[in-house]
């Protein structure tokens, strides 16, 4: 599985993580170009739950008999360059979509690691990072 469908397959997991958990989506790959050069945003998945907006950054990473093809666990690719990122496109998106910026938001992660051999993820959720 290449590393796109791979992304495509984590962020359909995780929106049906968090709708099982009552979360509302609200939009889905919402990007952006940056004026500042040839710098390109997106944000994986916007969801509400209550009155918080969620921005959520999706991490997966396949396994092949329990063991990553990776030595970095998914949430560590979250770093501060990514998170800086995130912030201007959440207050982006924010803007797009006439809410305050002072209204109730934070960007979460979300990791998730597929087993191919029993093709089953495993799904750690970060609120709030």
């Known amino acids: ?11 359909k997991i995780a929106q049906d993580y968090l709708e099982k ?5 609200l939009d889905k790959n919402y990007s952006k170009n940056f ?6 945003g997106e944000i994986d998945i916007v969801a509400k739950n209550k009155d918080t907006i969620s ?16 030595d970095i666990s998914p949430e560590e690719k979250f770093n501060l360059a ?4 995130i912030i201007k496109m959440a207050e982006s998106w924010l803007i797009k979509n006439k809410i305050s910026l002072d ?14 051999e029993d093709k089953k ?9």
Do not use: H
Request: with cysteine; charged share 30%.
């Open 1 to 11: 599985m290449d590393s796109k469908k791979l992304g495509i397959l984590g962020e």
């Open 21 to 25: 958990k009552s979360y509302q989506i």
């Open 35 to 40: 004026i500042s050069g040839p710098q390109r």
């Open 55 to 70: 921005f959520v950054e999706v991490k997966t990473l396949m396994e092949d008999n329990g063991e990553p093809f990776s």
């Open 82 to 85: 990514k998170k800086r990122k």
């Open 103 to 116: 209204s109730k938001w934070q960007i979460d992660v979300i990791s998730i690691k597929i087993n191919l």
């Open 121 to 129: 993820a495993k799904i750690c959720y970060f609120p709030n990072v």
